[in-house]
């Protein structure tokens, strides 16, 4: 049998960095198709129409080069094209990695397909994720995946005794697993830190009517250097997606509830920053934080930080704002856009109500006036002087 392997493409992950805040959308739950939860060295059958998937087998799951065996048989009279993409998740703070390769499968063909993995680093949350999509060309020979016809993650870390030795003690509260270190402040301070971040988990989960089953990993650095040591990412905050990674010291306490606003909100969809960021600064100001402490405005509420900033001249419009797809980098010009999207957020759903709020979460893109104004009912610039009416005398 010819080996038609075509093209290798390696792409690392890289936890994305900006100061304190932002979210990196990891499409775990984004699939079609089929889903086996993982377990070890399993065997399964699938039937596509055209594609039946006969074994998975993930390897010995060590540190280090893997290799995974999937069968797969054309059923079909014609060549058939099928992607294999393969991500490794070591877990915590450790970086992804993502490979994708391509074979073609020749009319009635059974194939097996050994592809190599790696973990440099592993953990008890570790995971392999195995997806495949058949790929459609355009015109211009641009390949796209879309949604793939199988997807399964397979668990690597659990009860596997070759995990990375880690420096932390842990504890599991309602909905976080915490780790932290021996003799940390972190340590001293961990029942405050579990109430008020379970109780922010519960707040949030009902204001946006989501559900999240799995603890959020919260990691506790004494210090930055220790943290740039441990995870080679600068700055006191940094989170992946669905992990929290914070500087924890008498100087430096981030916000319990900003991240994981953003965590549990990435159930309702991904959209413009100015409902995702607002959001997590609005409902961090509504639980009571100093929601813009790290943010450019200590011990002001979004609205009058928005106020005196518009006073100096220091102002984005809307229409401006819904077009950011990130807010935190300085071309965002975050000391101004955190406390405008979040103040428009407040007005959004004090004046339309939840529902429609979650509606706009899952659907407004950046930039989407059309989905915006017909979700509101109302121009941008209609909504907008709404706003700044309703903040001329708020607190
Ligand atoms: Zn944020």
């Given at each position: 049998m010819?080996?038609?392997?075509?093209t290798?493409?390696?792409?690392?992950?890289?936890?994305?960095?900006?100061l304190h805040?932002?979210i990196q959308?990891?499409?775990l739950?984004?699939?079609i198709?089929?889903?086996?939860h993982g377990?070890?060295?399993?065997i399964?059958?699938?039937?596509?129409?055209?594609?039946?998937?006969?074994?998975?087998d993930?390897?010995?799951?060590h540190?280090?080069d893997?290799?995974t065996?999937?069968t797969?048989?054309?059923?079909t009279?014609?060549v058939i094209?099928?992607?294999?993409d393969?991500?490794t998740?070591?877990g915590l703070?450790f970086?992804?990695?993502?490979?994708?390769f391509?074979?073609?499968?020749q009319p009635g063909?059974k194939?097996?397909i050994?592809?190599?993995?790696?973990?440099?680093h592993?953990?008890?949350?570790?995971?392999?994720?195995?997806r495949?999509?058949?790929?459609?060309?355009s015109?211009?020979?641009?390949?796209?995946?879309?949604n793939?016809?199988?997807?399964?993650?397979?668990?690597?870390?659990a009860?596997?005794?070759?995990?990375?030795?880690l420096?932390?003690?842990i504890?599991?509260?309602?909905?976080y697993?915490?780790?932290?270190y021996?003799?940390s402040?972190?340590?001293?301070?961990?029942?405050?830190?579990?109430?008020s971040?379970d109780?922010g988990?519960?707040?949030?989960?009902?204001?946006?009517?989501?559900?999240?089953?799995?603890?959020?990993?919260?990691?506790?650095?004494?210090d930055?250097?220790?943290?740039?040591k441990?995870?080679?990412?600068h700055?006191?905050?940094?989170?992946?997606?669905?992990v929290i990674v914070?500087?924890?010291?008498?100087?430096?306490?981030?916000d319990?509830?900003?991240?994981?606003?953003?965590?549990?909100?990435?159930?309702?969809?991904?959209?413009a920053?100015?409902f995702?960021?607002?959001?997590?600064v609005?409902v961090?100001?509504?639980?009571?934080?100093?929601a813009?402490d790290e943010?450019?405005?200590?011990?002001?509420?979004?609205?009058?930080?928005?106020?005196?900033h518009?006073?100096k001249?220091?102002?984005?419009p809307?229409?401006?704002?819904?077009?950011f797809d990130?807010?935190?980098?300085n071309?965002?010009r975050p000391?101004i856009?955190?406390?405008e999207?979040?103040?428009?957020?407040?007005f959004?759903?004090?004046?339309?109500?939840?529902?429609?709020?979650?509606?706009?979460?899952?659907?407004v893109?950046?930039?989407?006036?059309?989905?915006?104004?017909?979700?509101?009912?109302?121009?941008?610039?209609?909504?907008?002087?709404?706003?700044?009416?309703?903040?001329?005398?708020?607190?």
């Amino acid at each position: 049998m010819i080996v038609s392997e075509i093209t290798r493409k390696r792409v690392e992950h890289r936890p994305l960095s900006h100061l304190h805040v932002f979210i990196q959308m990891f499409l775990l739950f984004v699939f079609i198709g089929y889903w086996f939860h993982g377990s070890l060295g399993l065997i399964q059958t699938l039937s596509q129409e055209s594609i039946k998937i006969e074994q998975l087998d993930p390897g010995p799951l060590h540190r280090g080069d893997n290799t995974t065996t999937l069968t797969v048989n054309n059923l079909t009279r014609s060549v058939i094209t099928i992607i294999l993409d393969l991500r490794t998740v070591p877990g915590l703070y450790f970086r992804n990695t993502q490979e994708q390769f391509i074979y073609m499968l020749q009319p009635g063909e059974k194939r097996i397909i050994r592809s190599q993995y790696h973990y440099d680093h592993l953990t008890a949350d570790g995971f392999l994720r195995v997806r495949l999509y058949y790929p459609s060309v355009s015109g211009a020979g641009v390949t796209t995946l879309g949604n793939p016809f199988f997807e399964k993650r397979v668990s690597v870390g659990a009860d596997n005794p070759d995990l990375d030795p880690l420096p932390f003690k842990i504890r599991e509260s309602s909905h976080y697993r915490i780790y932290y270190y021996p003799d940390s402040l972190a340590e001293h301070d961990l029942d405050k830190i579990i109430a008020s971040h379970d109780r922010g988990f519960e707040e949030i989960a009902t204001i946006l009517g989501v559900s999240y089953d799995r603890k959020i990993p919260l990691i506790y650095f004494p210090d930055e250097e220790t943290k740039v040591k441990e995870t080679g990412h600068h700055g006191a905050g940094l989170s992946t997606g669905s992990v929290i990674v914070e500087v924890y010291n008498q100087q430096v306490k981030l916000d319990p509830f900003h991240e994981t606003a953003h965590i549990l909100a990435a159930k309702l969809g991904d959209p413009a920053a100015l409902f995702n960021e607002g959001f997590a600064v609005y409902v961090s100001e509504t639980l009571g934080a100093d929601a813009l402490d790290e943010l450019g405005s200590p011990g002001k509420t979004c609205d009058s930080a928005v106020r005196e900033h518009r006073a100096k001249g220091d102002y984005i419009p809307l229409l401006q704002l819904l077009s950011f797809d990130d807010i935190g980098p300085n071309e965002s010009r975050p000391t101004i856009s955190y406390p405008e999207a979040c103040s428009v957020v407040r007005f959004l759903i004090a004046r339309y109500g939840m529902e429609r709020f979650r509606t706009g979460y899952s659907k407004v893109a950046a930039g989407d006036t059309k989905d915006f104004e017909s979700i509101y009912g109302a121009s941008i610039n209609e909504i907008e002087q709404a706003w700044l009416k309703s903040i001329a005398s708020t607190k």
